[in-house]
């Protein structure tokens, strides 16, 4: 099956598209990636998203006009790495709102204008059947992570370094569920951090390269450790309405009397110290940890983590750490099609496993058929 994975995380720094080719294996699927892009946003769309992102309170005219112009950038993403026939599109949408512990998740970007742009049918709206089912509805990739990752010699630990960082914890015992979790800011601080300081000139922290040229506040560290998030027992979800722009502002005496290098040494220290913590807290010290996501280019991050833990990328499973979480949501959209439950109940909290997504189909039968015949004898 030929499908095409997209993703839009908490960095917001554009859209993550990957084309890929899932065929059936032992126990999974094996997965070839064909071509994979990240479309930056256009600076007016990027400046509306976080407009519309809390603490600020949009109309609905404005989120609706946004959920569109979302949709169309979407079906460009797609559209820009499209090759030969493609089965279906698997899209998250953007997170616009998640707070896990009423639980209630919302995300945006049309699949109708996805489906409208490509002509292929698109699965999408995956964490709301989670929610239902009284889970949080995030993480969603820890069924992807076992698929992918597990190891029958040895704990594994797959680390997603987005602008969040979540864990999923998969013990060498086969038979044990899976438990995930975010452990609280990757990415998100660091960067909110560079673009105030830098007037917006900046978006990140290029390579780790001003953290590796500061020292880390122990005072402020301190301060930002004690969000009682850090303390509190998994499951859990948090997002940019918990380590956004409004707890650096929270934090804002703490920090203005750094550097910009010290600043961003404390803060990285800070998302590696919180990572590790909550590892050894929760039973997953002494794990391998297979890293992924946009923070894997932070060469300060990454040495951080590897001072207390062994860690790989999951290049080493032949997975672009880039591309993984767009190649996990177009498995998680064939595990929708094929109306196989992929929520995972130790990682969420819900009450039992649901099909997770919705679709927008194109030729239903015909796609149905397809599927079951491909993987009529799988195992998977």
């Known amino acids: 099956m030929r499908a095409i994975g997209l993703m839009s995380g908490t960095s917001l720094d554009g859209i993550d598209a990957a084309l890929v080719e899932l065929s059936s ?60 026939e493609v089965d279906f599109i698997a899209s998250p949408g953007l997170t616009l709102y998640h707070d896990g512990s009423v639980p209630v998740s919302a995300q945006i970007g049309d699949p109708y204008a996805i489906r409208e742009r490509t002509g292929v049918t698109v699965v999408f709206d995956f964490r709301r059947a989670d929610v239902a089912a009284g889970g949080q ?30 864990v999923t914890v998969l013990a060498k015992n086969a038979g044990s569920a899976p438990r995930a979790w975010d452990t609280g800011p990757g990415n998100m601080l660091i960067d909110a951090f560079v673009r105030r300081r830098s007037g917006g000139t900046r978006a990140f922290d290029a390579g780790g390269m001003l953290a590796a040229r500061g020292r880390v506040s122990e005072d402020a560290l301190q301060a930002l450790q004690a969000d009682p998030y850090f303390r509190q027992a998994p499951p859990k979800s948090t997002g940019r309405e918990r380590f956004g722009d409004a707890y650096l502002e929270s934090h804002a005496r703490v920090l203005a009397a750094l550097s910009d ?59 672009d750490p880039d ?27 819900a009450r039992h496993a649901a099909v997770l997504g919705a679709i927008a189909p194109v030729e239903p039968a015909r796609l149905l058929e397809k599927i079951a015949r491909t993987f009529a004898n799988a195992s998977a």
Not at 37 to 57: D, K, S
Not at 148 to 158: E, M, N, P
């Open 137 to 166: 509805g995030a993480p969603l990739v820890p069924y992807v992570d076992r698929l992918l990752f597990a190891d029958a010699t040895r704990d594994v630990v797959a680390l997603n370094l987005g602008g969040i960082a979540n």
């Open 25 to 84: 294996r032992a126990h999974g699927y094996a997965v070839e990636t064909l071509a994979f892009r990240t479309l930056p946003f256009e600076a007016g769309l990027r400046e509306r998203i976080v407009a519309a992102l809390p603490p600020y309170a949009p109309e609905p005219r404005a989120v609706a006009l946004l959920d569109a112009a979302l949709g169309r950038a979407f079906g460009e993403a797609a559209a820009s790495v499209a090759s030969g």
């Open 261 to 319: 290098e010290d600043g961003c040494a404390t803060l990285t220290a800070l998302s590696a110290r919180t990572i590790c913590t909550s590892l050894a807290a929760f039973g997953a010290s002494g794990a391998r940890i297979v890293a992924s996501g946009g923070g894997t280019h932070n060469a300060t991050l990454m040495g951080l983590l590897r001072a207390e833990h062994e860690v790989d990328t999951s290049q080493a499973f032949g997975i």
């Open 323 to 349: 591309a993984k979480e767009a190649i996990a949501f177009a498995i998680l959209g064939l595990e929708t099609l094929r109306g196989r439950p992929s929520g995972v109940p130790s990682a969420t909290g």
